[in-house]
């Protein structure tokens, strides 16, 4: 069975700061892992991923993400906040073994303030 | 861009109301899902399909059934509509059988079941 855990409901951070997002993931196999946001009164958009290949990854609004296969981590992150960040992002893994079906984390609100 | 709609962006139902929840890609994609989103834990799989008449159940899919007699449009069917109902829907899509598939997400259908 796959699984991801968002260990932090809540993040808060100042605006300028850098933020970080932490996500874990247990699968039986190589994992596909995925990075969504979703703004307020809007439908969940794609970040980044991590397939193979480079550990780290970079995606839209300047966020980036590095896969640690030994913690098993995906944690997503961005060197300089923005008050426009503040969204609720969710992490998501999809094993091999079981093709078409992701697994998502519970989410976490990330809220930047000014 | 993927652009992927649903009917409804609210409704209100009663209980044992029969509820349909229509959502449709316009961009060929093969794969489509249906997902409940309820605070805290997090995006949960209802239902999915990899082809036009084929379905697969997800992690929840007791009191839904769907339905997918075109490509581009994937129903999700509340039999008998019950409160622990009440919930944000969410379509997704995918373009191939790829386990590295991005999924697209409609805007959410955010149903009541009075």
């Known amino acids: 069975a796959q699984s991801v855990a968002q260990p932090e409901d809540q993040v808060n951070v100042a605006e300028g700061n850098p933020l970080t997002v932490k996500c874990t993931y247990s699968v039986s196999g190589n994992p596909y892992l995925f990075w969504y946001v979703q703004y307020p009164n809007r439908g969940l958009q794609f970040l980044l991923k991590y397939i193979t290949g480079d550990n780290l990854v970079k995606g839209s609004y300047g966020f980036e993400a590095e896969f640690n296969k030994s913690q098993t981590s995906f944690h997503l992150k961005k060197p300089s906040a923005l008050v426009s960040d503040s969204a609720l992002y969710f992490c998501a893994v999809r094993d091999m073994a079981n093709a078409g079906k992701s697994t998502f984390g519970d989410g976490t609100t990330l809220t930047v303030k000014p | 861009d993927v652009k992927v709609t649903q009917s409804s962006r609210y409704l209100v139902k009663r209980t044992g109301e029969k509820v349909f929840l229509e959502c449709v890609q316009d961009m060929d994609h093969e794969n489509m899902f249906w997902y409940r989103q309820d605070p805290g834990l997090g995006l949960r799989l209802i239902y999915f399909?990899?082809?036009?008449?084929?379905?697969e159940k997800g992690d929840i899919p007791e009191g839904y059934s769907v339905s997918r007699e075109k490509k581009e449009r994937f129903s999700l069917i509340l039999e008998s509509a019950s409160t622990n109902q009440t919930s944000m829907y969410l379509c997704?899509?995918?373009f191939g059988t790829g386990d590295t598939d991005t999924q697209y997400f409609g805007p959410g259908t955010r149903l009541t079941v009075l």
């Open positions: 997704a899509s995918s």
């Open positions: 399909s990899y082809d036009v008449k084929m379905k």
